[in-house]
Every structure is written in structure tokens, then in C-alpha cells.
């Protein structure tokens, strides 16, 4: 990436799948991420447990001695409803502050395929992104065209003048993690010049009540 800018990434907070998917491709896709990220020295933020795509990239992290940090909703600890963090596990009391604490601790996101959950996380963290609570750079690794779809629909919403072009820029993609993670340190957030007027920083005493659920 000669001649740009390198955004400095320690922590990437990665939202997937706690089921494995129909291909193969998904979980080894989930495989070389964890490596990717642990050759080049990134630690790992996630949903914590060790189902499906999220034991995958967890376990992989952590072969490579790096840190992994599973945050997870105090509910699916009871009878080790997802099994064992690989790493080091904060307990939550929901699940908006679990995102919340992803978000505060992460210098970026990634998407691997999954369910309602994972779009959940992505597009909170887009919108929370849109209206300048945060400028850490969002991107899915579309393995074998699983986002398709959706980066179809994303686009549709533009046309329709629904999405500004600004905003569609938020959202990155990349067909292979290498390539992910190079866009991600290369990501310059614009931020939206009226939207980056809004305050989000509420005084200590009020600031477990801050309600980031706004979307637009």
C-alpha cells in the first residue's frame, strides 16, 4: 500500500456465525482469518464461546499467541449453552452491552457470514458509524459471494436515495482477509457534516443509561 496512510490496528472485533454454514469454504475462510490477523500481530475481539465461525477464528487467534477477548451475555453462560471462551471472557448483563463494549474496544470490525445476529452487529456498527459515535472502519469478507446480496441491496438503497454515497463508503469488502484487513488500515472515515455535530458524551453519571439503539 505504498503512498497511503496506514491506520494502526491492535484489536479487531470480528461478528459471525455461531453455526458453521453449509460450505466448507466458511469455516476455512474463519481459519485463515484467525491466522491472518495472528501473523500480523492483531488480537481478536468476538462474541466469546467456541461454536461454529466463532470458535474458528478464536481458536486460530490464539495458536498464534495472540490475544483473544470473547465478551458475552451472562444468559448463554448458564449450562454452557456455547461452550468455552478461547481466551480471556468478559461477562455481560445484554446484549446491547456487549456491542457497546465491542465497539469501545475495537480498532475495527469484520463480518464473516451469519445469521440475524451478525447482521444485527454489522449494521449497528455501521449506523453507530454513520452518525459519528465511532470512525473505526466495518468490513465483510465475502467468502464465495455470501454478501452478494446484501452489498446488492446496500447499493439499491443508494439509487434510491435512501443511503448517501458518503455513508455507503463506511461499509468495505474484500473477497480474501489479506485483502480486508489492507483495506480496513487504509479506511479514512468522512464523516457526515451534519451528523458529526451530535454529541455522544453524556457525563459519567448518565453514561450507563446512554441509549445507542438511534437509527436512522
Known amino acids: 500500500m505504498e503512498g497511503v496512510l496506514v491506520r494502526k490496528i491492535k484489536k479487531i472485533c470480528v ?3 455461531a453455526n458453521s454454514g453449509k460450505d466448507v469454504a466458511f469455516v476455512n475462510a474463519a481459519f485463515h482469518l484467525g491466522e491472518v490477523l495472528g501473523k500480523r500481530k492483531i488480537d481478536l475481539v468476538y462474541g466469546g464461546g467456541k461454536l461454529g465461525l466463532m470458535g474458528c477464528v478464536s481458536t486460530a487467534v490464539a495458536q498464534h499467541e495472540r490475544q483473544v477477548l470473547g465478551i458475552i451475555p451472562s444468559a448463554f453462560t448458564i449450562n454452557n449453552l456455547v461452550g468455552e471462551t478461547c481466551g480471556k471472557e ?3 448483563a445484554t446484549m446491547q452491552e456487549r456491542l457497546v463494549m465491542m465497539m469501545e474496544l475495537s480498532d475495527a470490525f469484520i463480518a464473516l457470514p451469519g445469521g440475524f445476529g451478525t447482521l444485527e452487529e454489522l449494521f449497528q456498527m455501521i449506523s453507530w458509524a454513520q452518525l459519528s459515535i465511532h ?8 467468502i464465495n ?5 446484501l452489498l446488492s441491496f446496500v447499493d439499491h438503497a443508494v439509487k434510491q436515495e435512501f443511503i448517501t454515497p458518503r455513508a455507503r463508503k463506511i ?5 480474501t482477509a489479506d485483502e480486508l484487513v489492507d483495506k480496513l488500515q487504509a479506511f479514512r472515515f468522512e464523516p457526515d457534516p451534519a451528523l458529526s455535530k451530535l454529541k455522544w458524551s453524556p457525563s459519567s453519571s448518565q453514561k450507563e443509561k446512554l441509549d445507542l439503539t438511534l437509527r436512522l
Do not use: D, E, R, Y
Request: proline residues 4%; positive net charge.
Open 15 to 17: 461478528f459471525c456465525g
Open 90 to 92: 468478559i461477562k455481560v
Open 171 to 175: 461499509l468495505i469488502s474484500a473477497t
Open 135 to 142: 470512525n473505526k472502519p466495518i468490513g465483510v469478507l465475502n
Open 145 to 149: 459471494g455470501f454478501f452478494n446480496g
